[in-house]
């Protein structure tokens, strides 16, 4: 996996946590475009070598600068800050609880998702 940093995509490494997640993979122009559905919410990732990923970009008229740069863990930690909670795993259950929220792609939660890892 790659993320935007402004300039390029850059690696991203990876995290252990628990979560569930229902997966859908459709190869495309030499990546992976994958929508995740995880309690509370829609993501897609493009999979694949960074350059091959910043092509598929381009080509589809997407915008990296509106990409999210966080990883699942990354995210599930802010997501627990902004809700003010602490929980083990990002579950359907979880999401339930009234007091977990993810924020619309509107909110200022998402504003320095790009340069603040």
Not at 6 to 35: C, K, L
């Amino acid at each position: 996996m790659a993320r935007w940093d402004g300039a390029s995509w850059q690696p991203v490494g990876t995290g252990v946590m628990r979560y569930e997640r229902f997966r859908a993979r459709h190869p495309s122009e030499g990546v992976d475009i994958v929508f995740d559905h995880l309690p509370g919410g829609w993501f897609c990732e493009i999979e694949g070598d960074p350059d091959a990923i910043e092509a598929r970009v381009a080509s589809g008229g997407l915008s990296a600068a509106r990409s999210i740069a966080w990883s699942y863990p990354e995210l599930f930690e802010r997501l627990q800050k902004h809700n003010e909670m602490q929980a083990d795993a990002w579950t359907s259950a979880l999401v339930a609880d009234a007091a977990f929220r993810i924020p619309p792609a509107t909110d200022p939660f998402w504003a320095d998702s790009e340069t603040d890892g």
